[in-house]
Each structure stands twice: as structure tokens, then as C-alpha cells.
């Protein structure tokens, strides 16, 4: 099973903030999260991941709260070519290797 | 600098048959990881091979088989293929098995008749 809880579906209006939350109340220590999006016939595409301080790219932020029970993906100014279902994870690095366990993820829905 | 690519992009197999699907990784990583996507599902991991070897296995069964070659690339292949099969498989290759993040290619889907 998957270790994060996504909401199934979310609407933004084109030029607004895109914030996507996800729960991960059973994280361990020493796992990073990370978010993929996936547009429809395409592979999964990296935005971006982090351990504990909030991390921004040129893409995306990502906050994660104190406790790193939960994270906010936020998208700055959506645009439409923003639709596509947003993925978090969360996963461990050690020499003996990693599974990396998606579940069902967001599908967000950017309007004009 | 080519990311991630897979071969073939379709394929369309009948109930019985075999197949292998190839993975050639980003320049520079040497990690591979297998994923099957059924529609309108997130991936699921199959198994993971670094260093030539298998590292981790998902909840998947034997017909499902890899190799890692030591330039790093990849083969998937499924034996016996069932109707269940018919997915699009997803290759994703990073630099060691660290924190680094996973770069995914765009899959190849197959059908089985």
C-alpha cells in the first residue's frame, strides 16, 4: 500500500497558485518525499522532493510541515498545460536498494 | 543529453506469447527500476536492478524477469503473458540507489489479444 494520501481531484484557475497536499502521517526518519506529475501517454516527469526544509525549483515549491507528517506542492501561476495527475511519495535511500510506491494521486484540473 | 528511452513504444502480444522490453538509462545513472501502469492506476514497481543485480521486487510473479547489462541498460521480460498483462510498462533510471530522483522514460504499451 501506498504510503501517502492524495485528494483524487482539485480545480485551479489558470494564473492562480496550484496547492496540492499530501498526507504522510507514517514517514520514518530518514525518507525523503518526492512529487512526479503525469501527463496523459506520458512518463511520469520529476518536480521535486525533499527531506525536512521547504525546497523550491524552477518549477514548484514544496513545504513540509514540522513534524513532516504532511507536504503542500505548490504550482506558482498554473497554466493549462499544468493539468496532469500529481503523485507524492515517499521513499528511503540505503545501499540494499528502494521500492518506490505510487497511489492513485491528484488529478488537477487547471481552467481558463 | 538523452533522458530515458524504451523500446518498443507499442507492442501487441497474444495470451501465451513472451515479450522483453528494453530500458537505456540518462546518461550518467546506473540505476533501473521496472513499473507496470494499468489505465487510470498509478505505476506499480516491479523490481529494481543496480550493479547487475536485482535489488527489490514488488508484489509481482516469477514470469516477470530482468537483466541489467554492464552498460547500465535494462530488459523487462514476461513469460506466459495473460490478458492482465496489457499495461503500459514504464522504465525509470537514476544515479546509485541515494536520494537522487528517479527520471522516467515514456513506457512502451502493450496489448495482449
Known amino acids: 500500500d501506498a504510503k501517502t494520501t492524495q485528494p483524487t481531484s482539485m480545480d485551479c484557475a489558470e494564473g492562480r497558485a496550484a496547492n496540492l497536499p499530501c498526507n504522510h502521517s507514517t514517514i520514518s526518519g530518514n525518507e525523503y518525499v518526492y512529487w512526479y506529475r503525469q501527463i496523459h501517454s506520458q512518463g511520469p516527469q520529476y518536480i521535486i522532493h525533499?527531506?525536512?526544509n521547504n525546497e523550491t525549483n524552477e518549477m514548484a515549491s514544496l513545504i513540509i510541515t514540522e513534524d513532516r507528517k504532511s507536504s503542500t506542492l505548490i504550482l506558482p501561476h498554473a497554466t493549462l498545460r499544468d493539468t496532469a495527475v500529481y503523485y507524492c511519495i515517499v521513499r528511503v535511500a540505503g545501499g540494499g536498494g528502494f521500492k518506490t510506491i505510487f497511489g492513485a494521486g491528484t488529478r488537477l484540473f487547471v481552467k481558463a | 543529453d538523452a533522458g530515458v528511452t524504451q523500446s518498443p513504444t507499442h507492442l501487441i502480444k497474444t495470451r501465451g506469447q513472451q515479450v522483453t522490453l528494453r530500458c537505456s538509462p540518462k546518461s550518467g545513472h546506473d540505476t533501473v527500476s521496472w513499473y507496470q501502469q494499468a489505465l487510470g492506476q498509478g505505476p506499480q514497481f516491479i523490481f529494481q536492478?543496480?550493479?547487475?543485480?536485482?535489488?527489490q521486487r514488488g508484489n509481482f510473479p516469477d514470469r516477470f524477469s530482468g537483466h541489467q547489462f554492464p552498460n547500465y541498460s535494462s530488459e523487462l521480460n514476461v513469460n506466459a503473458l495473460l490478458l492482465g498483462d496489457s499495461a503500459l510498462y514504464l522504465c525509470?533510471?537514476?544515479?546509485?540507489?541515494?536520494?537522487?530522483?528517479?527520471?522516467f522514460g515514456d513506457g512502451t504499451r502493450l496489448s495482449i489479444l
Open positions: 536492478y543496480y550493479e547487475e543485480e536485482e535489488r
Open positions: 525533499g527531506l525536512k
Open positions: 525509470a533510471s537514476q544515479g546509485g540507489v541515494g536520494n537522487q530522483p528517479q527520471h
